[in-house]
């Protein structure tokens, strides 16, 4: 284990009691605790991750901005779930992967306050966009006549601006009530980004309304979504179910199949982080989930959708002037 205090140690503060001292500046645990060349591993791997998800992404948005043929609500989601996906690793993945090469590298408390609220904004809108593509899905296969009435411009629009604007509004309380504290003495941070949870453990005044605060925040983030998500596939089975043709069965699950991988994977690893009991939290099997929804989840997105739909791989044949695999 490193003496993380032979290099780096709180700076003191004119505010601060005889017998403690005021944090300014933390570092992360990160993945400390693993020698140079496991390190140096890791490094690779998240940077060839994070360099295949910017590119998928990247593609999947020009591809669905290019070809008219996925000028239609589902991709225009796609699209900005792209986005999304890209603002939120571009929070986390950095830094971590600089984390790698050097652990002692601080971080000013302001620039923790602003990743946390980067990392929150863009995590909080991806739910709510996965959310808003259910409902797409349910009245695509539902409601299928007046599927373009429903599903028009102005609504698509509507239902993106609402996600982002819930997930700045939760950013914004989530981030004053951790960033209102005092954090004294303690400044190892048991992650390898500024996350809710570490750091309310570092605070040295009683934390119970904050925790309360975190764990409505995450109910209306991840419990309604992950309802309303499984009300929109209870309705959507059940009508795919009264198919009579087994073709017509077969595209209706095709159509709902990637979404729903996400979905799961999504919501299940962030779930296990933010709604277990206090008592069943591990800082090292913590760190290790939070790989999966920040390093491998984004990623999931553009493979996901790109080979297991048919429309976007024949989107991306006639960018490259091929002939279509539909044709």
């Keep these: 284990m490193f003496d993380w205090n032979c290099y780096f140690r709180p700076r003191p503060s004119s505010l601060s009691k005889s017998n403690s001292t005021i944090v300014m500046e933390f570092l992360f645990e990160g993945f400390s605790s693993f020698g140079r060349q496991h390190r140096l591993i890791f490094f690779i791997v998240f940077l060839t991750l994070y360099l295949l998800t910017l590119a998928g992404n990247v593609i999947i948005v020009t591809i669905i901005r290019l070809d008219r043929h996925l000028h239609i609500p589902m991709y225009f989601f796609l699209s900005i779930l792209s986005l999304s996906e890209t603002c939120y690793t571009v929070a986390i993945i950095p830094r971590m992967l600089a984390g790698l090469l050097n652990p002692y590298q601080p971080i000013a408390i302001q620039s923790c306050a602003s990743q946390l609220f980067f990392y929150l904004t863009f995590g909080i809108n991806n739910c709510f966009l996965l959310t808003a593509m259910g409902y797409d899905r349910y009245v695509a296969i539902c409601n299928p ?19 982002l604007g819930i997930g700045l509004g939760m950013a914004i309380v989530q981030v004053t009530s951790v960033f209102g504290l005092p954090f004294c003495n303690a400044f190892v941070i048991s992650h390898f980004f500024c996350d809710v949870i570490p750091l309310l453990k570092l605070a040295c005044r009683d934390t119970t309304v904050n925790e309360i605060i975190t764990f409505v925040i995450s109910v209306c983030v991840l419990v309604l979504p992950m309802g309303l998500v499984f009300i929109s596939y209870v ?92 044709d």
Excluded: W
């Excluded at 599903?151 to 996600?163: E, F, H, I």
């Excluded at 795919?240 to 069965?249: D, V």
């Design 145 to 163: 006549l007046r599927y373009s009435v429903i599903m028009d411009k102005d609504t698509c629009v509507q239902l993106a601006c609402g996600s």
């Design 235 to 326: 309705l959507i089975i059940s009508t795919i179910l009264k198919i009579t043709s087994a073709e017509g069965r077969k595209k209706a699950f095709a159509t709902c199949a990637s979404h729903l991988t996400v979905v799961i994977i999504h919501y299940g690893c962030a779930s296990i982080i933010y709604l277990k009991p206090k008592s069943q939290s591990f800082p090292a099997q913590d760190r290790l989930i939070s790989v999966t929804y920040t390093v491998i989840t984004p990623l999931l997105n553009p493979v996901v959708y790109s080979l297991r739909n048919k429309e976007v791989k024949d989107a991306l044949c006639r960018a490259v002037g091929r002939k279509p695999l539909s």
